[in-house]
C-alpha cells in the first residue's frame, strides 16, 4: 500500500519506558529513504510528562501526548515494569489515536501497556515470551501467542522480545511502501529482513514437568533419556504394571512418559548445540535419536526452528568439547548437563 502523504508516527515515552524499544522505530523511519520524500514518515517522540525516567536517565521529548490524535501509527515501547498498573492519560490517548484511525503497535512488554485499553481483546498478540504468562493471566481476553515475533492484526500489530520490533518495524515498512523500500531499511540496520523461526528458540525453558512421587524415577530417566526406553522399562523400574505407570504418570507429571523422553532429549540438544561443535548426528546420537532427521523433525516441532538456524541464529557452535565419540565422552550424558 504506497502512503500519499507524510506519516506521523508518534513513538511514547512514559515512565519506565526501555530505551532500547523507544529507539528502534526512530532509527528505523527515521532514516527510511523513499523515492518521493513527501510521502515519507515523521517521526514524533511524545511524552506523558514534560521529562520521563528511563532507567538511569530521563528523556524530553519534544511533543506531548496530544499529538497521538493526529498520529497515523503510534508505537508503545516495552516498559520495565509491565505489572505497574498504565496511567490513565496513556490509555485515553492510545484509544483516542486508535478511534481517531491510527495503527497502533506495540513493543515487547508494551504489549500490557497496549492491552489495559481493551484494544486486545479478542485479538492474537505476542510479547516477550518472559511477559507472556503475565498477559495472558491480566487479560484472559487476549490471545497470547508466545512463540513468534511479531503478530499483524491489521491495524494492531504486537512484537515479542525487544529485536523482535526491528523484525515488526521492517515488516510496516514493507506493508507501507513494498520489499524494496524495507529491504533497504534492512541493510542500513544490518539485519535480516526476514529472520527464521519466532521466539520460541530463544526461550529459556523449566525442566519437564516433576512430581514428589515421581521424582527419583525421573532423575533416572533424565540420566538415561539417550537410551531407548519403553513405558514396560519403566514400568518396571517403578515396579507397577505399564498401564498404572502410564495413567499415574500423565496424572502426575500431565503428559505421557514418552513424550516427556523427547522433551529431555531436545533440551539436552539444545545444550550440545550451544557448548560444542558436534555435528547433528552426533547429537543425535548422544541424545537418544534414531538419526540426525528425527532430531531435526523434533527439534523443529519443539523450539519452532530448525538446529542449524538455531546454532546459527544464536551466534553458537563455538567448540568447547572435543570431537569424541559421543558413546565415550562422559560430557555428553544427559545426567551430566542437568537435562533442560
Given at each position: 500500500m504506497?502512503?500519499?502523504?507524510?506519516h506521523?508516527?508518534a513513538?511514547?515515552?512514559?515512565?519506565?519506558?526501555?530505551?532500547?524499544?523507544?529507539s528502534?522505530?526512530?532509527?528505523?523511519?527515521g532514516?527510511v529513504?523513499?523515492?518521493?520524500?513527501d510521502?515519507g514518515y515523521q517521526?514524533?517522540?511524545?511524552a506523558e510528562?514534560?521529562e520521563?525516567?528511563a532507567r538511569s536517565?530521563?528523556i524530553r521529548?519534544?511533543?506531548?501526548?496530544a499529538?497521538?490524535a493526529?498520529a497515523?501509527?503510534?508505537i508503545?515501547p516495552g516498559?520495565?515494569?509491565p505489572?505497574a498498573?498504565v496511567?490513565d492519560?496513556?490509555?485515553?490517548a492510545i484509544?483516542?489515536a486508535?478511534?481517531?484511525?491510527a495503527?497502533v503497535?506495540?513493543?515487547?512488554?508494551?504489549?500490557l501497556?497496549?492491552a489495559?485499553t481493551?484494544?486486545l481483546?479478542?485479538?492474537?498478540a505476542t510479547?516477550?515470551?518472559?511477559a507472556a504468562d503475565?498477559?495472558?493471566?491480566r487479560y484472559?481476553?487476549?490471545?497470547v501467542?508466545?512463540?513468534?515475533?511479531f503478530v499483524?492484526?491489521?491495524?494492531?500489530v504486537?512484537?515479542?522480545?525487544?529485536?523482535?520490533?526491528?523484525d515488526m518495524?521492517?515488516?510496516l515498512?514493507r506493508?507501507?511502501?513494498g520489499?524494496?523500500v524495507a529491504?533497504?531499511?534492512?541493510?542500513?540496520?544490518v539485519?535480516?529482513?526476514?529472520?527464521?523461526?519466532?521466539?520460541a528458540?530463544?526461550?529459556?525453558h523449566a525442566?519437564?514437568a516433576?512430581?514428589?512421587?515421581?521424582?527419583?524415577?525421573l532423575?533416572?530417566m533424565r540420566e538415561h533419556?539417550?537410551?531407548?526406553l519403553?513405558v514396560?522399562?519403566?514400568?518396571?523400574?517403578?515396579a507397577?504394571?505399564p498401564?498404572t505407570?502410564a495413567?499415574?504418570?500423565?496424572e502426575?507429571v500431565?503428559?505421557?512418559p514418552l513424550q516427556?523422553?523427547?522433551t529431555a532429549?531436545?533440551?539436552?540438544?539444545q545444550?550440545l548445540?550451544e557448548?560444542?561443535?558436534?555435528?547433528?548426528?552426533?547429537?543425535?546420537?548422544?541424545?537418544?535419536?534414531d538419526?540426525?532427521?528425527?532430531?531435526?523433525?523434533?527439534?523443529c516441532q519443539?523450539v519452532g526452528v530448525?538446529p542449524?538456524?538455531?546454532?546459527?541464529?544464536?551466534?553458537?557452535?563455538?567448540?568447547?568439547l572435543s570431537?569424541?565419540?559421543?558413546?565415550t565422552?562422559?560430557h555428553?550424558?544427559?545426567?551430566?548437563?542437568?537435562?533442560?
Amino acid at each position: 500500500m504506497e502512503v500519499l502523504a507524510i506519516h506521523k508516527v508518534a513513538v511514547l515515552a512514559f515512565h519506565g519506558v526501555v530505551p532500547f524499544d523507544l529507539s528502534i522505530p526512530v532509527e528505523v523511519f527515521g532514516r527510511v529513504q523513499l523515492p518521493n520524500p513527501d510521502h515519507g514518515y515523521q517521526v514524533q517522540v511524545c511524552a506523558e510528562t514534560p521529562e520521563v525516567r528511563a532507567r538511569s536517565f530521563g528523556i524530553r521529548a519534544p511533543w506531548t501526548l496530544a499529538e497521538l490524535a493526529q498520529a497515523d501509527t503510534v508505537i508503545v515501547p516495552g516498559i520495565d515494569h509491565p505489572e505497574a498498573p498504565v496511567p490513565d492519560t496513556v490509555v485515553a490517548a492510545i484509544r483516542s489515536a486508535y478511534a481517531n484511525g491510527a495503527r497502533v503497535v506495540s513493543i515487547c512488554s508494551g504489549a500490557l501497556v497496549l492491552a489495559a485499553t481493551g484494544l486486545l481483546d479478542g485479538r492474537r498478540a505476542t510479547t516477550h515470551w518472559l511477559a507472556a504468562d503475565l498477559l495472558a493471566g491480566r487479560y484472559p481476553a487476549v490471545t497470547v501467542d508466545p512463540d513468534v515475533l511479531f503478530v499483524d492484526e491489521g491495524r494492531i500489530v504486537t512484537s515479542a522480545g525487544s529485536s523482535a520490533g526491528l523484525d515488526m518495524c521492517l515488516h510496516l515498512l514493507r506493508r507501507d511502501h513494498g520489499h524494496a523500500v524495507a529491504a533497504h531499511a534492512a541493510r542500513l540496520a544490518v539485519a535480516p529482513l526476514d529472520r527464521e523461526g519466532g521466539q520460541a528458540q530463544f526461550i529459556v525453558h523449566a525442566e519437564p514437568a516433576s512430581s514428589a512421587s515421581l521424582a527419583p524415577l525421573l532423575d533416572w530417566m533424565r540420566e538415561h533419556a539417550h537410551q531407548q526406553l519403553t513405558v514396560a522399562d519403566l514400568a518396571r523400574r517403578a515396579a507397577t504394571s505399564p498401564r498404572t505407570f502410564a495413567r499415574r504418570f500423565r496424572e502426575q507429571v500431565g503428559t505421557t512418559p514418552l513424550q516427556w523422553l523427547i522433551t529431555a532429549r531436545v533440551r539436552r540438544a539444545q545444550e550440545l548445540l550451544e557448548t560444542t561443535a558436534l555435528s547433528l548426528g552426533e547429537i543425535a546420537e548422544a541424545t537418544g535419536f534414531d538419526g540426525a532427521p528425527a532430531l531435526r523433525d523434533r527439534f523443529c516441532q519443539t523450539v519452532g526452528v530448525n538446529p542449524t538456524a538455531y546454532r546459527r541464529a544464536l551466534g553458537l557452535g563455538k567448540p568447547v568439547l572435543s570431537r569424541t565419540n559421543a558413546k565415550t565422552n562422559e560430557h555428553l550424558k544427559l545426567g551430566g548437563g542437568g537435562g533442560a
